[in-house]
């Protein structure tokens, strides 16, 4: 394309130079042209001719001696005298000076001046006429070759004029064909581009609703799987309720009538039931905050408050694995802005996360700071860790790092995103730090201080499971 | 009383405006004491001469005199015209009309349009850097317009009324 267009410009340049060149050449032919009309050389030539007749005639007019005849006479004595100084001055000498017999027409008159001047200053005398005549007589031959040479002169303008309008005519076609060829490319190539716009467009359009049906097909169909995972979720926890319900009663009333590997199918039933119920909870609460129906009752909660009702519920599971875990720096923390409930499920979830991944033995502390209007968490364990690449993919739906220490853990995978999800709700930011070997540090940042009011939030926050929730569960 | 003499003296003055009227048009114009060097002929109301009113050198001289110092075709360089208007030439013989047919010695005539006469300062020129002209350089009179000081005069047009060897005027309706 670029090509094209180089090539379109040398054109353009190139026409457009010889159109300029053309018109130059054109206004030279037509000053010329104009020069030749200005000039009245001709004119002056045939009165000088004219001039000469009259001047004769009157002397022999004057031959008589009638005194009216010879002031006429004299009146043409000067009247021809006075045409030498039309052909000699002014625009005539530059053009009749170049005529062969200028010169000698000037030398004749110069001594037809110089003979009867003298005689004339004090009018013409009749016994003047015969020499003045004779004079007048010698006038005519150089007069004559004027006239012919000024003749000759004027046909060859004339073969040059026409020389001339042919030139310019053909100056014009050859104008008027290459403007036109540039036209006609010009044309062409505004058609070419007006095709190429049009195509592009065509293939623009084209894609942009492609894009507009996938981006719709996605939308209905993330729509439709979280309808379908809270239906889901509801009615399969309706007949788990029994299932859990009745087991437990078969324990506490029959468990006499059962010998020992019954009542261990009793209990299998009952965890596993236990456990299906967790997972079915989780699935509807990640549905939930996707479909942005989770209310939040923003308070001032104090964060010491918080971690330590959490610190309660994981003792049983940290005392199991001899894992100490350490509060620090909780006393002086200002209150968090958010939901108790909320916060409580944030902070269970990562302790447990915490030990969980714990070694036998290990540490797990809980580190509170505020800074600029916000308390940071940090929960650190010296756990197995992770990769930096596998963080993003803990923080995803239903996906787990799977390798021989992850295997033997329970869990959907849905842990972590619920709380990314629920931190950045209450307008947080959580970050995880990690080593494989070193353990996991979880940062939770939260608005500080106290809410006017207790306020209660319905977030619409879909967006914040990112990357977009996917239904993932046989993955 | 005072009534009565303002109406007289009104009166007085209408009578002498018409009267002076009167005596511009049909004032008597000299003839000529020298040889008659221009002759005007046609729609003119004064004449002194049967064949219309006659000027010589002295009559021409005697009129309101005005000089254009300009280039001409018929020079190399700009030169002194100095001779009366046009139209005071015109006004002198009562003349009125639309064209003027302006001859040469030579029996060249071209028209000069009234209308030139009073729209330019145009001088019948009888003398040339203050010298009378001759007739062997384009004398005795010669018209010239004030080409320099009116450049649109540069023309063809104008240089073909720019009548040299003036012998006479004739002042057509």
């Known amino acids: ?475 | 009383m005072q009534f009565m003499s303002r109406i007289v003296a009104a009166f007085a003055l209408i009578f002498s405006l018409s009267s002076w009227q009167a005596d511009a048009d049909s004032g008597a114009l000299p003839p000529p004491q020298g040889t008659p060097i221009l002759t005007m002929t046609g729609a003119i109301a004064k004449t002194n001469a049967d064949a219309g009113a006659q000027f010589d050198a002295a009559m021409i001289a005697a009129l309101p005199r005005h000089a254009i110092t300009t280039g001409t075709p018929w020079y190399d360089e700009p030169r002194t015209f100095e001779g009366p208007l046009l139209r005071d030439v015109l006004a002198a013989v009562g003349a009125s009309g639309k064209t003027l047919t302006v001859a040469a010695l030579n029996d060249y005539a071209s028209d000069v349009p009234f209308s030139d006469a009073l729209t330019y300062d145009v001088v019948i020129a009888d003398r040339i850097d203050g010298q009378p002209i001759p007739i062997r350089d384009r004398g005795p009179l010669f018209i010239i317009y004030p080409f320099d000081q009116v450049p649109a005069l540069k023309s063809e047009q104008y240089y073909q009324r720019s009548v040299w060897q003036v012998k006479s005027i004739k002042v057509q309706p």
């Open chain 1, 1 to 475: 394309m670029r090509r094209v267009v180089i090539g379109m410009i040398c054109v353009l340049g190139f026409a457009l130079a010889a159109v300029v060149g053309l018109k130059l050449l054109q206004t030279q032919h037509i000053t010329t042209l104009i020069g030749y009309s200005e000039d009245n050389a001709s004119w002056a030539v045939h009165q000088l001719g004219a001039e000469q007749l009259r001047f004769e005639t009157a002397l022999l007019r004057a031959k008589d001696g009638d005194p009216r005849a010879l002031d006429e006479a004299a009146l043409r004595y000067e009247t021809f005298a006075s045409r030498r100084s039309v052909l000699a001055d002014g625009v005539f000498r530059h053009k009749l000076e170049r005529l062969p017999p200028f010169g000698a027409l000037m030398t004749a008159f110069d001594r037809m001046l110089a003979a009867h001047d003298p005689m004339m200053a004090d009018g013409l005398q009749p016994d003047e006429i015969a020499p003045l005549l004779a004079a007048a007589s010698a006038m005519r031959g150089p007069v004559h070759d004027l006239v012919l040479a000024e003749n000759e002169l004027l046909n060859t303008v004339e073969a040059d004029t026409r020389t001339h309008i042919l030139i310019i005519r053909h100056i014009s076609l050859v104008t008027l064909l290459v403007l036109s060829v540039l036209l006609i490319s010009f044309a062409a190539y505004a058609l070419v581009m007006l095709r190429h716009a049009q195509n592009s467009e065509l293939a623009l359009r084209h894609s942009e609703n492609v894009l507009r049906s996938a981006l719709k097909e996605a939308q209905s169909a993330s729509a439709a799987k979280s309808v379908f995972l809270a239906n889901m979720s509801h009615e399969l926890r309706t007949p788990l309720n029994a299932v859990i319900g009745f087991s437990e009663f078969l324990e506490i009333s029959a468990a006499h009538k059962l010998d020992e590997r019954q009542r261990g199918y009793l209990c299998d039933i009952r965890t596993s039931g236990r456990h299906l119920l967790e997972v079915l909870s989780t699935i509807l609460e990640v549905s939930k905050l996707e479909a942005g129906k989770v209310e939040l009752h923003i308070d001032a909660v104090p964060a010491r408050m918080v971690i330590a009702e959490c610190l309660r519920m994981v003792s049983g599971k940290a005392k199991q694995k001899s894992i100490a875990i350490d509060s620090i720096g909780l006393e002086d923390l200002p209150p968090i802005q958010g939901d108790a409930t909320r916060l409580r499920q944030i902070f269970l979830n990562l302790l447990t996360n915490a030990v969980k991944y714990s070694n036998e033995g290990g540490q797990v502390r809980v580190v509170g700071a505020a800074e600029g209007g916000f308390v940071i968490m940090r929960i650190e364990d010296e756990g197995i860790g992770m990769k930096t690449a596998d963080i993003e993919t803990a923080l995803r739906p239903f996906e787990r790092i799977r390798n021989a220490e992850t295997a033997n853990q329970e869990g959907v995978g849905l842990g972590l995103t619920i709380v990314k999800t629920l931190v950045e709700i209450h307008n947080g930011r959580l970050e995880i730090d990690s080593e494989i070997g070193q353990g996991t540090t979880v940062s939770v940042c939260l608005p500080a201080g106290t809410p006017r009011a207790s306020i209660i939030e319905t977030t619409s926050h879909a967006a914040a499971l990112t990357p977009p929730f996917e239904l993932a569960v046989g993955r």
